[in-house]
Every structure is written in C-alpha cells, then in structure tokens.
C-alpha cells in the first residue's frame, strides 16, 4: 500500500507561482497530478512515469504547469505558474500500482492523497 502526501498549496494572487509536493512511502510507479473544483469532475493535469522519461499533460496544464520527480526522495513535483481563479481546486497526487504509460483516467491511478487546497484571488 502506498501511502501519498500532498504539501504545497495555498493562497496565491492571480499570475502567482506554487509548487506543489507529494511525498509517496514507497518508490512508486507512474504517478499523476489531478484536480477537483466545486461541484466539477476530478481534471487530470499531468502524469510521469518512474524513471522520469516520459510525461504527458492536458491541454489545460501544458503552457503554464510542469510535472517533475525526485525518486531519492519519492517525491513528486508540479510547478504551477501565471496562476489563474479558475486554477482555485483541490489538487490531488496519485500512483499507479504497476508500470503503466501515463494515463489521463483516474481509474488507472490505485493510491491517492488526500488533497491540498489552491486558491487563486483576484
């Protein structure tokens, strides 16, 4: 069982930076990075296999968010820039429970944290 820890969030202005952290118990295989606003679906953003050489992101994270892994550490990284209001969400590490490429469904994702707030003001 591998145990997520989400760190890093908070209350950012408009067009501010964040990086997020999660620190996993164990090495773990490809891992993600989703999002849940109120009342919306959870939003995946961006993925990283274990070995680093492979990532994808959506649509909506690939100009402004980077994904990036420390496995001296089994941490996870995503730094978040130009931040935006409808960033507001709480984000959510995840990990695979065996080597897959990065996968964009949460339903491939078999450990989760428990979330961090991000909110973005005006």
């Known amino acids: 069982q591998v145990q997520l820890v989400e760190s890093g969030g908070g209350l950012v202005q408009a067009g501010g930076s964040l990086r997020l952290s999660c620190a996993a118990s164990?090495?773990?295989?490809?891992m993600g990075w989703f999002r849940q606003a109120p009342g919306k679906e959870r939003e995946f953003l961006a993925a990283?296999?274990?070995?680093?050489?492979?990532?994808h992101y959506a649509d909506s994270a690939k100009d402004r968010f980077k994904i990036s892994r420390d496995n001296f550490k089994n941490t996870i990284y995503l730094q978040m820039g130009n931040l935006k209001p409808e960033d507001t969400a709480v984000y959510y590490c995840?990990?695979?429970?065996?080597?897959?490429?990065?996968?964009?469904?949460?339903?491939?994702?078999?450990?989760w944290g428990q979330g961090t707030q991000v909110t973005v003001s005006t």
């Open positions: 995840a990990a695979t429970a065996g080597y897959t490429t990065p996968s964009v469904s949460s339903g491939a994702y078999a450990y």
């Open positions: 164990e090495r773990p295989f490809t």
């Open positions: 990283i296999t274990r070995a680093a050489t492979n990532t």
